[in-house]
């Protein structure tokens, strides 16, 4: 069951995401990246430590993160598993997403 | 301010289709495509009654959802639809189903225009065979952030081009890449390829192809044997998902693009090794993939028997020349030069893209003319594999309108026989060395890609160590691979603690790099023949996923020793326009005294053609700037030393040695050259190649 809370501070969003993020649950994630997209924040924060698995479909959900935001914003995925970190280097997104340990605002 | 989309007004179902909503499709858009609120799927079948566009979510055995594309939603030939409400895009696999003449539906068929393929997405792992439809069409997204990307566009005859495996370049334990035997792994090992001044790397098979196409354990080793090359395409748009360690994300398409951004970046342009002369799908006995059933007719050449012809020696033909297929051959190669910026193409077997549809080979091929003169195509260089497997040789007479370049066979049969020894070779070697202008007359220098090894046969390093083939791994019996190799083992079949023998072969794989890399035309260097790469005497590894065909990058001195001195010599090249005028070089002056290109022998001017003759020289010079650049070497394939008299250079310039094959470890960066202490007479060790350079005002 994936769940992602949306938690604002100040210019930062983070979305603290739990369950699995697949073909089922990608469609509800893209609807909460287009809320936050509106928000207009500086920064955005796709916390996932508390996910269990990401597929295909979520790992493109972060491209779609980033096309959802204006280039002014940071997006920073923070608490990846390796899969996904090294997925997101191979793949030339790295240029577009910064991938941290932790997340500080 | 931003513009909001608009939305079209014609996008909404008119029909209800298994419970999709639907409306007819776009014949024009082959393939499956994204459009405001839904696909487009549309696929060319003449002989089907009905086609059925079959839905499952990824790696599902049963398919969720069959929907008859309806008859009044055909045009021609093409089935279009536009289905709604499609959720889990990422998640969605497709394929068709096609009913004949005969009534009878078939298994599920991928789509030739599948832009990303499920099934094989993690190397080696074992197919689930009960699986009916195994090669199972993806969407792709194209929304790769390709940023400020610019092809290098590099002058042909400027192009040095390495050949190289995606997986077997990484994927030894030693490349110590983060992802061994992927596209992410290549792209970490650029900055060695820019270190030595590789400016082209050509990747060999990358269309998504089946690793377990004919796979079989060897029983005398028990090694697993796959379809490592990939010279078997399954599905022509898709990349190989397995080369991708993103692959199992389905993000292997932009894995790939990533790595071509990077060879940009490096102002390395990326060439593809394409097979359009054959498919997976093999002869009668073979699978149906795709386009079998679809229309095999169309697509593959048969006898009037109704037989496959085999011209490719691998159980079909495509069709290249018939109307439907050339439209797909041409728009797979634009796709590939639009959405992954590819700079240019090598076409395994392309003599087979000139035979026509029953075979006879074609004087003026449409295929090859169209691809000539595409202009979405036009800043892309196309090589052809100028034979076919059916007899068919067209080195040298390949249709080209100025446009093709060759591999050119004779390049490498010549050259090998030369070094080697042979003698009655200096006359054909000096043709071969200045761009066969017998071959490509009128035709610039980059019509000959020159190579003197290449996947197919010994690698670089076999040629001076083996004189026999020795294929017994790769379970035929030593019946595979060719057997007229023209390699010479300087004395030890093999592997040898003989340090004379060591040494010579050292010094012949030096003298076949700098010849090639100071011939004109394009050079072409087989990944890991400058590190000295041995398959232990197989010259057929396409089976082999193992250190046998795997590029070893652990450092010794030989390695160490070889990528210095390729690198120096690639450096030269670059430096040294003489060795790469973009025409043929003739006996003209560039400065009074001073020819393009003059011949010499052991005493200058006088060149030596007989038969029994093993010494080549010729000096080359070329305008850089308000200077003149003069280049000369000499090859001495004797047994013995020689001493040479140079030509004489004006103005007092000075001949200076960039590298000497016949003493130990030598060749000089660019600006550190010695001048020679003798300026009058050369002396030649045995079986050695010496390059010199000078410049004059």
């Known amino acids: 069951m994936f769940q992602a809370d949306l938690i604002t ?85 790295q240029h577009a997403i910064t991938i941290r340990e932790s997340f500080s605002a | 301010m931003t513009s909001p989309m608009l939305d079209r007004i014609d996008s909404y179902p008119t029909h209800r289709v298994s419970g999709f909503p639907v409306r007819h499709g776009n014949p024009l858009l082959p393939g499956a495509t994204f459009l405001h609120g839904g696909v487009n799927f549309a696929v060319c079948s003449e002989n089907a009654t009905a086609v059925s566009l079959v839905l499952y979510h990824h790696g599902d055995s049963e398919p969720y959802a069959e929907l008859p594309i309806p008859d009044s939603f055909r045009t021609g030939h093409i089935w279009a639809i536009v289905v709604y409400e499609l959720d889990g895009l990422d998640d969605l696999e497709y394929g068709y189903r096609c009913e004949g003449p005969a009534g009878e539906p078939g298994g599920v068929l ?17 197919p689930d065979w009960s699986e009916p439809y195994q090669h199972r069409s993806r969407l792709m997204f194209h929304d790769f952030d390709w940023g400020d990307d610019t092809a290098p566009r590099i002058p042909r005859e400027e192009l040095v081009i390495y050949e190289a495996h995606v997986r077997g370049f990484t994927r030894h334990p030693s490349s110590a890449v983060t992802a061994p035997g992927t596209y992410a792994g290549l792209r970490e090992k650029l900055p060695y390829l820019k270190s030595l001044g590789i400016n082209a790397i050509e990747l060999m098979p990358i269309f998504e192809f089946d690793e377990f196409e004919n796979s079989r354990v ?108 050339r439209k797909f051959v041409l728009d797979c190669l634009r796709y590939w030069a639009v959405e992954y910026r590819i700079d240019g193409f090598r076409f395994d077997l392309a003599a087979i893209l000139s035979r026509d549809v029953d075979g006879t080979p074609l004087p003026n091929p449409p295929i090859l003319q169209e691809l000539a003169f595409d202009p979405v195509l036009r800043g892309c260089v ?26 050119n066979g004779r390049y490498r049969d010549t050259i090998r026989r030369f070094v080697k020894g042979d003698t009655g070779m200096v006359g054909e070697m000096a043709t071969r060395y200045v761009g066969s202008p017998d071959l490509y007359a009128g035709r610039a220098t980059a019509a000959s890609i020159n190579f003197v090894t290449a996947h197919d046969g010994f690698t670089l390093y076999d040629l001076v160590s083996y004189n026999d083939k020795h294929n017994e791994a ?42 090639l890399l100071t011939s004109q035309g394009v050079p072409m260097i087989l990944a890991g023949d400058e590190r000295g790469r041995t ?56 400065r009074p005294g001073l020819a393009e290109i003059s011949w010499h022998g052991v005493t200058a001017y006088a060149p030596d053609w007989s038969d029994g003759s093993r010494l080549m020289a010729v000096m080359r010079c070329a ?60 002396r030649v060790g045995p079986r050695s190649t010496v390059v010199l350079c000078a410049q004059t005002v």
């Open chain 2, 382 to 407: 196309l090589i052809a594999e100028a034979w076919d497997a059916a007899g068919l040789y067209e080195v040298g007479s390949f249709p080209n309108y100025h446009r093709w370049s060759e591999w």
């Open chain 2, 110 to 126: 991928s789509d030739p225009y599948a832009k990303l393929v499920a099934g094989r997405e993690v190397w080696g792992r074992e």
């Open chain 2, 474 to 515: 790769n379970g035929e019996d030593n019946r595979d691979g060719a057997n007229d190799n023209n390699s010479w083992n300087c004395g030890a079949e093999g592997e040898t603690d003989d340090k004379e023998i060591n040494d010579l072969r050292r010094r012949q794989v030096k003298n076949f790099l700098a010849l």
């Open chain 2, 535 to 590: 398959q232990w005497g197989n010259n057929n590894a396409y089976c082999h996923d193992s250190d046998l065909s795997w590029v070893d990058w652990t450092p010794n001195p030989l390695t160490d020793e070889l990528v210095r001195f390729t690198g120096d010599l690639v450096r030269f090249r670059a430096a040294h326009p003489a060795v790469r005028t973009a025409e043929h070089p003739t006996g003209r002056e560039v």
């Open chain 2, 623 to 682: 305008p850089m700037g308000d200077a003149v650049d003069c280049v000369y070497v000499v090859a001495n394939t004797h047994w013995e030393e020689h001493d040479v008299e140079l030509p004489l250079l004006p103005d007092g310039a000075l001949w200076r040695l960039a590298a000497d094959t016949g003493a130990a470890d030598c060749s000089f960066p660019l600006g550190e050259e010695p001048a020679l202490d003798d300026q009058h007479v050369l």
């Open chain 2, 218 to 325: 060897n029983a005398d080793t028990g090694e697993r044997l796959y379809n490592f090359w990939g010279y078997s395409t399954v599905s022509f748009y898709a990349p190989k998902s397995g080369y991708a360690a993103s692959g199992k994300y389905g993000m292997a398409g932009d894995e790939l693009k990533a790595l071509v951004r990077e060879c940009h970046s490096h102002g390395i342009e990326v060439i593809l090794d394409v097979v359009f002369n054959h498919t997976a799908e093999g002869n009668h006995e073979g699978p149906t993939i795709s386009f079998k059933g679809l229309d095999n007719d169309v697509w593959y050449m048969m006898t009037p028997e109704g037989y496959y012809y085999n011209f490719s020696g691998t159980g079909n033909t495509m069709n290249c020349n018939h109307p439907v297929v």
């Open chain 1, 9 to 93: 501070s100040g210019d930062t969003v983070t979305i603290q995401m739990s369950g699995d993020l697949d073909a089922l649950s990608a469609p509800s994630f893209h609807e909460i990246l287009q809320q936050v997209a509106t928000r207009s924040p500086k920064k955005l924060c796709l916390a996932m430590h508390g996910l269990s698995y990401i597929s295909s479909a979520g790992v493109r959900g972060l491209v779609f993160a980033r096309q959802k935001m204006g280039d002014d914003m940071e997006v920073v995925v923070e608490g990846a598993n390796e899969n996904v970190a090294e997925t997101i280097r191979m793949t030339g997104l």
